[in-house]
């Protein structure tokens, strides 16, 4: 036994430690081969999870069509009818009602907070037996294709870092659009067009700005940003050719242009030189496909009357709407429209009339007209804006006008097709309207459920940039399980 | 053995456990690449070695000290390789299940625990290894890292076991199968409905075992008898009953159940206790003995389905990923459905490159396509033998094809296809049932197909499973027609004007009337091309068409300009915030629209007064001002407006005045082009133009005996 101990001792000299050393450096350097980041500092291409351009399960909805009302439309006079405002027409908001909620400088300093009912009458539709506003008739009508969720709420109470929000997941901007994230992580379906497009148009109410960064691309690669499309002669800027270039000419140049920008790309590495490559060959195939998207001659009578007559007038939201089916039709992933024009902090019984008049026939038609061409269950259309709006009225409140401010704790949007249950209502605000009495939705949880039907688990689809992972949905988002059918 | 080879097996131990550490820093980070997931993979064959050695290493490691075995050279020394082997082994385990570990699938807690108590046992058995030859060990170090080491090892694999083979694998067999799915006709209220919600969400408290509150609910005669707080409900009075109270207690009391922290009830689980108590709380009862029309029945019924699996299984293996690649083109997309799965999806674009041909290149993975999407591509009759070859087709859209409803037959061998849209392709209804003979079929879209409604009724009566998607039908409610539309993109002209009016609906008939009255379809004048206007107007115009109600009237106003003058210039400058581009704002031809903020107007709450110069002098009879009026934006008419001409800057005479009447408070806003004639026509070529604004804004408005502001975008010479 002494014997041992004594070996054991012996055993430990100074050229075993430094042997044994090598050995544990040895072992370091094996494993470090294993951890890809851990000396180079920048992140690799291919993340271990997420394979860009391949969902991670198979997915509900293929396409999306974001119908946004921005300004914020007032919940309110829409989807969440709530008689006992009109009952308590004028009353003061009660102070247990409101809690610790934090107002606008628009309404923070007014004197008294009236609490002021829906001018408009609401009725029930379909089996669903949903409540809808009496402005919103043809919502109604397919109340039993739409999923109504009445407790999305949201962290910003002011227009632009809610929109941004909504638009990226984070309130700051400069992260991608969710339209951009959903181009990289399922890539596209027709290789003429981009895979995120952007329409806009404008209604005649109290209206806040769009702008670019709502479609960035981020620190995505730029062939992820959104291409507006827009209403005049050039539908997309540049995309025509100069007068007098012919289309054998403008082949010849791309071309000698990508023959000089590949020597660039082996001189530098740089892969925005291959984005670029690929946007001019885009561009090319897109001087073909965008003339027959955008010609709206050949619609049937049947869908200028569902749609509404409006829809051939370029730049309006009915021909948005019709437009945005005919992308979406031909595999654009991501067709995000906005309506500008519905911030009613004054005048809202004649406003917001005017604006649900834009917008009623035609967000209808879609989605009746995806239906019957099949598309609906693969296709997810949503609609709504960035907050809701005050029980109460901002400024002095007459019978037939008052105004609603900001109110980021519960509004109402709906959505339909994609994998999502049709003809239910989801969630519940109390009896005033002002908070989410059952099944919140926040916006993260909205983001989150959004990739999930198009296949995508939201925890892995990152993107390293400058040293961290990102995601659309940051570290929150739970999948609403209770609106998948 | 050699004491080299010791020496070596000593220094790979020490090699090992640092790689070890180096894996478990890494944590997330760790990416194992392809080659290596056949090593990680080797784990759950590998960790049977260990387990077995280890184990005897450390029962003989226990009994070392002995007085039988101390001075046994055999045992000693067979130990001692032993338990080098045995912490070699686990090292070498556990750097597998490491690898392992990194595979999609592996997560939650087990694993982490698993884990955690694997590395224990390597680090474990290292540990007694390399303090056992100091003069500090003894007996009880002995003892106690044997026996450390043995519950590690012995928890770590039960764990490994949990993971591999399930929870409850060794026990299932013998365990109550409760879990399995009962048929609805043969399901008790309380049996297969009541009691699971029990047994999962209250028996960990309230059982034979723990009878939390007194309280029991494991058998019938316990849940009758109640706690100690008293009977549990009130047979069919439930807002009475002791049992609900608690469970709709809000979540912050303490008396609220299951307490916060354990699973909590959902909403549907808490309807289905009240039902329950409501209707009696009986424990006998057949769920299909309740009328049809219950609320209990209807949601007992949801809960005993069976959930559905979600994702399709394809019994088909994946295509070569070269040759989907090679089959990318511009104008065909094949795109897998999901990672891992071998199903395919494919799209095809551009009418002009469509031939048959695109699909035949596809015969290499005909089995694994099973979504084509052909929208508006020329696709024949005869290409529909192609399509049939694609065995696993699961979704076609044929929309607006060039097929017909004779062609479909061959399509009647695709067994697998759900969904199948033929909208806008000339079908007729025996096509259609053709179709919709194939078993598996449940979406089909046959809007704008020509097919009569009544046949499609018949045929969703027939097959109340298909959804058949009729779409659209024009209910025959006329629709308000759009307004015309200006086309021309000036409003201003010098001498003449062709007047363009459009209005985007096909055959709509555009009225239109000159004199300010209202347009009808009969005695208004019909729009054609080619009408020239010569002095400035006001069209008011309206779209007709039969069928359709008649639009709503619009106006458009043109005007004429004879003259631009040569020069111009402020006297009196407009407000700073308002200054347009400078005096030739008001002269520039474009007018400034309804915002007033937009650069295009100047304005001022003084006189606003512009002087214009002319090379030649001109034959002037009349002087328009386009203003704006905008009562609640303080913008009122000008309430003066004087013109003043002559040869040059020096000579002006006052040639013409214009008064503007009293504002309204009820005046809408409006652009109004004033216009001050002229007595006789002049030759002039100095012209001094002056604005007043309204003095002192009258007192019904909030700005009350302020100036009013005056806005003026364009003058129109003449």
């Known amino acids: ?114 609490l002021v009912g829906s001018f408009y009458d609401f009725k029930q539709y379909g089996e669903s037996r949903a409540w809808i506003s009496d402005m919103f008739p043809h919502i109604g009508k397919i109340a039993d294709d739409i999923c109504i969720i009445k407790s999305l709420n949201t962290d910003a109470i002011n227009h632009d870092p809610a929109l941004t929000f909504f638009q990226t997941g984070a309130q700051q ?97 740089d892969p925005e030189i291959n984005t670029k490559v690929q946007q001019y060959e885009m561009a090319y195939r897109m001087q073909t496909a965008v003339p027959e998207i955008m010609d709206v001659s050949k619609e049937s009578d049947d869908i200028v009357k569902m749609y509404g007559p409006e829809c051939l007038i370029p730049g309006t939201y009915a021909a948005n709407c019709l437009l945005a089916r005919k992308l979406s039709e031909n595999g654009v992933r991501f067709v995000q429209l906005y309506h500008q024009g519905w911030d009613q902090h004054s005048n809202l019984p004649q406003e917001m009339a005017g604006q649900a008049k834009d917008v009623d026939q035609a967000s209808a038609a879609l989605v009746t007209d995806l239906k019957q061409r099949g598309l609906l269950d693969e296709t997810l259309v949503i609609w709504g804006g960035e907050f809701g709006r005050t029980n109460y009225s901002q400024g002095k409140l007459e019978k037939a006008n008052y105004g609603r401010d900001h109110h980021p704790r519960c509004f109402s949007i709906w959505m339909a097709g994609g994998g999502i249950k049709p003809g239910i209502v989801y969630g519940e605000t109390d009896e005033f309207g002002y908070n989410i009495v059952k099944d919140p939705v926040h916006v993260h949880d909205f983001h989150a459920t959004i990739l999930n039907q198009l296949g995508i688990d939201h925890k892995k689809l990152t993107y390293k940039s400058q040293g961290r992972r990102y995601r659309l949905t940051d570290v929150a988002g739970n999948v609403v399980k209770g609106i998948i059918a | 053995m050699k004491s080299s080879h010791k020496g070596f097996a000593e220094g790979t131990l020490f090699a090992l456990n640092i790689f070890i550490v180096v894996l478990l820093i890494a944590g997330d980070s760790l990416v194992v690449p392809r080659w290596l997931q056949p090593v990680g993979r080797m784990h759950p064959l590998i960790l049977h070695f260990p387990i077995v050695i280890l184990m005897l290493a450390m029962v003989m490691e226990f009994f070392r000290y002995r007085a039988e075995f101390i001075n046994e050279k055999l045992y000693q020394t067979f130990t001692s390789y032993l338990l080098l082997l045995g912490a070699l082994l686990s090292s070498i385990t556990v750097i597998m299940g490491l690898f392992l570990s990194r595979e999609p699938g592996y997560e939650g807690d087990t694993l982490q625990w698993h884990k955690w108590f694997g590395v224990s046992v390597a680090f474990a058995g290292y ?26 090892l012995i928890v770590a694999g039960h764990l490994g076991g949990n993971l591999t083979h399930g929870q409850d694998f060794v026990l299932g067999p013998v365990m109550d199968k409760s879990k399995n799915a009962v048929p609805i006709d043969q399901a008790l209220v309380y049996n297969d409905v009541i009691r699971p919600i029990f047994e999962v969400k209250c028996q960990s ?58 699973t909590q009830l959902t909403d549907d689980e808490k309807m289905l206790l009240y039902l329950w108590v409501k209707s009696k709380a009986r424990f006998g009862k057949k769920v299909i003995d309740l009328p049809a029309n219950d609320s209990l029945r209807m949601i007992a019924a949801t809960h005993l389905k069976p959930a559905e699996s979600e994702e399709e299984v394809y019994d088909f293996s994946a295509a070569n990923e070269k040759e989907i690649q090679k089959l990318n083109n511009n104008y065909r997309v094949v795109y897998p459905l999901a990672s891992e799965s071998p199903a395919l999806a494919v799209n095809i674009y551009n009418k002009s490159t469509y031939n048959v041909k695109v699909l035949e290149e596809l015969s290499s993975i005909k089995k694994q396509v099973v979504s084509l999407d052909l929208n508006k591509m020329p696709v024949k009759d005869a290409d529909l033998k192609t399509i049939a070859k694609f065995e696993n087709l699961r979704r076609l859209n044929l929309n607006f094809s060039d097929v017909t409803g004779k062609g479909l037959k061959e399509l009647a061998g695709l067994k697998y296809l759900k969904s199948i849209s033929l909208t806008g392709v000339k079908l007729n209804i025996a096509d259609v049932k053709q179709l919709v003979a194939i078993k598996s079929l449940n979406e089909l879209a046959v809007w704008n197909s020509g097919l009569n409604p009544a046949d499609l009724q018949s045929l969703q009566k027939q097959n109340p499973k298909l959804s058949l998607l009729t779409g659209f039908k024009d209910d025959g409610k006329a629709l308000k027609l759009t307004s015309p ?37 009969i005695k208004a004048a019909s729009y054609k091309p080619g009408i020239i206007l010569t002095r400035s107007t006001a069209i ?50 474009e007018l400034g629209g309804d915002n007033f903020g937009n650069g295009k107007w100047v304005a001022s709450q003084k006189d606003l007064t512009v002087i214009m110069w002319f090379n030649k002098p001109i034959d002037l009879h009349s002087v328009g001002l386009n203003v704006m009026r905008n009562t609640g934006s303080q913008i009122f008419l000008p309430a003066g407006v004087e013109v003043w001409g002559g040869t040059d800057q020096n000579h002006l005479k006052l040639l013409s005045t214009l008064k503007t009447g009293a504002p309204k408070k009820s005046d809408p806003f409006a652009l109004i082009p004033l216009e001050c004639k002229l007595k006789s026509e002049q030759k002039i070529s100095c012209i001094k133009l002056v604005a007043q604004p309204l003095k002192s804004v009258p007192a019904w408005h909030p700005a009350k005996g302020k100036p009013g502001w005056v806005f003026l975008d364009e003058v129109f010479l003449n």
């Open chain 2, 205 to 262: 408290c309230h059982n034979a075992d723990k009878m939390k509150g007194g309280l029991m609910l494991t058998d019938s005669a316990a849940i009758m008898k109640g706690g100690k707080n008293g009977k549990l409900f009130i047979a069919g009075d439930p807002a009475m009953s002791l049992l609900l109270q608690r469970v709709h207690l809000p979540e912050t009391e303490k008396k609220h159940m299951p307490p916060t922290g354990k």
């Open chain 2, 485 to 521: 539309q200006l086309k021309n993109t000036a409003v201003i002209f010098k001498q003449s004007y062709a007047l363009l009016l459009s209005n985007p609906i096909k055959g709509a008939d555009i009225r239109y009337t000159t004199d300010g009255s209202v347009p009808d379809s």
């Open chain 2, 127 to 152: 540990g007694v290894y390399l303090i056992r030859h100091t003069s500090k060990y003894t007996v009880t170090l002995a003892k106690a890292g044997a026996v450390i080491t043995v519950f590690c």
């Open chain 2, 540 to 589: 008011r115009t309206r779209a007709f068409k039969a069928g359709w109600i008649g639009s709503d009237t619009v106006q458009f106003n043109v005007y004429k300009c004879a003259y631009t003058p040569d020069s111009i210039s402020f006297v009196k400058y407009p407000d700073d915030k308002y200054k347009g581009d400078g005096a030739k704002t008001i002269i520039d031809k």
């Open chain 1, 173 to 269: 901007g400069n992260r991608p659009s969710m339209g951009s994230w959903v181009s990289y992580g399922l890539g596209s379906e027709n290789k003429n067009l981009p895979a995120f497009t952007v329409l806009l148009s404008k209604g005649k109410g109290n209206g806040q700005g769009v702008y670019s960064k709502l479609w960035s691309n981020g620190f995505l690669d730029s062939i992820h940003q959104g291409v507006q499309f827009s209403s005049g002669e050039d539908p997309i800027l540049y995309l025509n050719d100069p007068e007098g270039l012919n289309r054998h000419e403008r082949r010849k140049m791309l071309d000698k242009l990508a023959e000089l920008n590949d020597m660039n790309y082996k001189e530098f590495g």
């Open chain 1, 1 to 114: 036994m002494e014997k041992y101990f004594l070996e054991n001792r012996l055993n430990i000299n100074r050229r075993r430690f430094l042997s044994r050393l090598s050995l544990g450096i040895g072992s370091v350097a094996l494993g470090s081969l294993l951890i890809p980041d851990l000396f180079s500092g920048k992140g690799d291409e291919a993340e271990a999870d997420f394979i860009p351009g391949i969902p991670n399960f198979a997915p509900k909805a293929k396409r999306v069509i974001y119908l946004f009302q921005d300004g914020a439309p007032s919940q309110l006079e829409s989807f969440d009818y709530k008689p006992k405002l009109r009952e308590m027409m004028g009353q003061e908001l009660p102070a247990s009602v409101r809690g610790n909620q934090i107002l606008t400088g628009m309404t923070a300093k007014q004197a008294s907070f009236p």
